[in-house]
């Protein structure tokens, strides 16, 4: 029965693509609807049923999906945008996680520093659900570069904040300037291994694509890549996010001590490797939404609410925000990157870490653990349902001036 459910969600996947193009139905909200049916609706797959895979699952298909976001983007067109990347990534993770910290605080009951942690939880997007809608959605270069940065920056943020408030109520400090620290080196420290994998593997790569069987030799460097920047506590995330940057733009990164050591120059990837890329993260992409919507509690009620109430009001905090620091934007970019705040596996994967801390302290270290999980994992479903349905609507309106602006072209 599990192979044929396995086969039948690629069709599926397949079909609810073609939908988003002409109807413009959101595939990814269908699949995780597809997740839910066969989660905690009928029970047919719980989340018990996928402990021991799921967290690895879960990592690979968002190594995958910034790797191949890395391929995909030009660096000058990164040089040309970056100051409003910067600006948007840090001021709305700053404005979204104060806004939960003060809901948390005042409407859920936490104490202040679960309510900021729990704000650090959901702070970022997730890259796993915006970069697939983007890529589906006719958005400028600008819109398109700034979502798929800010993705990958903020989940780094995510998780290094999250991190040290844990470490805090290990310690029994929370030390502003250790937190601003562990930040800033898991970002640079990471991108610059990413950079460094890069360079390696590309300057090889015409020898390479000589051995047999050898497409899948790239990925096995990335799982390296990933596994090594982890392994030294840094985001392997922004390492597989930077380490595609390099592949993509090997012109940019050809240094001069390769020919001092008689290397080849950096090789670019090939259209067929990156076609087989493509088709990876098409097949990941489908099972981690599924997955998604299998690990979407339903049995807590009033955590489902205050997900509600969280994500309502991070929507409306990020219009706002967009609004005055994307006064120079048209109207469409906008709107486009004030919807595109889902949240997904860095959050899901953070939620379940106080429970863990409390249970191996055999005491309470971290108050509110679990209304802390049950919470943003409600978050995570009803920040993607929000999403998903903005998305529908923006994307005919998109469509819309599309053709108005076509139609007032071609007018004698």
Request: proline share 4%; with cysteine; hydrophobic share 50%.
């Amino acid at each position: 029965m599990i192979y044929i459910i396995l086969g039948l969600l690629i069709f599926c996947a397949h079909l609810f693509s073609a939908w988003f193009s002409r109807r413009r139905i959101p595939d990814v909200l269908l699949l995780m609807i597809i997740g839910i049916v066969i989660g905690p609706a009928t029970g047919w797959v719980s989340p018990g049923d996928l402990a021991s895979i799921g967290p690895v699952f879960a990592s690979l298909t968002l190594l995958f999906i910034l790797f191949d976001s890395g391929l995909d983007m030009r660096l000058d067109t990164i040089r040309s945008y970056w100051t409003g990347v910067v600006q948007v990534t840090f001021l709305s993770f700053l404005t979204a996680m104060a806004t939960v910290a003060l809901l948390g605080y005042y409407y859920i009951g936490l104490e202040l520093t679960p309510a900021l942690m729990l704000g650090s939880m959901v702070g970022g997007t997730a890259a796993a659900i915006v970069i697939p809608l983007i890529a589906q959605m006719r958005v400028s270069q600008r819109t398109r570069v700034t979502l798929t940065l800010e993705s990958a920056i903020s989940g780094v943020l995510c998780i290094v904040t999250t991190l040290s408030f844990i470490q805090g109520f290990k310690d029994g400090s929370q030390t502003p300037g250790i937190v601003i620290g562990r930040v800033l080196s898991s970002l640079i420290i990471a991108l610059l291994l990413g950079v460094a994998g890069g360079i390696v593997w590309s300057s090889f790569m015409h020898r390479i694509r000589r051995l047999q069987n050898s497409m899948f030799l790239t990925p096995a460097f990335i799982f390296v890549i990933y596994g090594c920047t982890e392994a030294l506590g840094y985001s392997g995330a922004l390492a597989a996010l930077a380490f595609g940057l390099v592949m993509g733009n090997p012109d940019y990164f050809s240094p001069s001590f390769l020919s001092r050591f008689k290397l080849q120059p950096m090789t670019p990837l090939i259209e067929t490797e990156k076609g087989f890329f493509k088709e990876l993260v098409f097949i990941l992409k489908t099972y981690f939404f599924v997955y998604i919507g299998i690990c979407i509690p339903f049995t807590n009620t009033t955590a489902l609410l205050y997900g509600l109430v969280i994500a309502a009001a991070l929507f409306v905090v990020r219009f706002i925000l967009i609004a005055i620091v994307g006064r120079k934007n048209t109207p469409d970019d906008r709107l486009t990157v004030s919807m595109m705040i889902p949240k997904g596996l860095v959050s899901a994967v953070l939620a379940s870490m106080p429970e863990v801390v409390n249970m191996q302290a055999g005491e309470t270290i971290i108050p509110g653990a679990t209304t802390i999980k049950h919470v943003t994992y409600a978050v995570i479903f009803c920040s993607i349902c929000i999403c998903s349905i903005l998305v529908l609507v923006t994307s005919r309106r998109l469509i819309k001036n599309e053709n108005d602006l076509t139609n007032e072209n071609t007018l004698p």
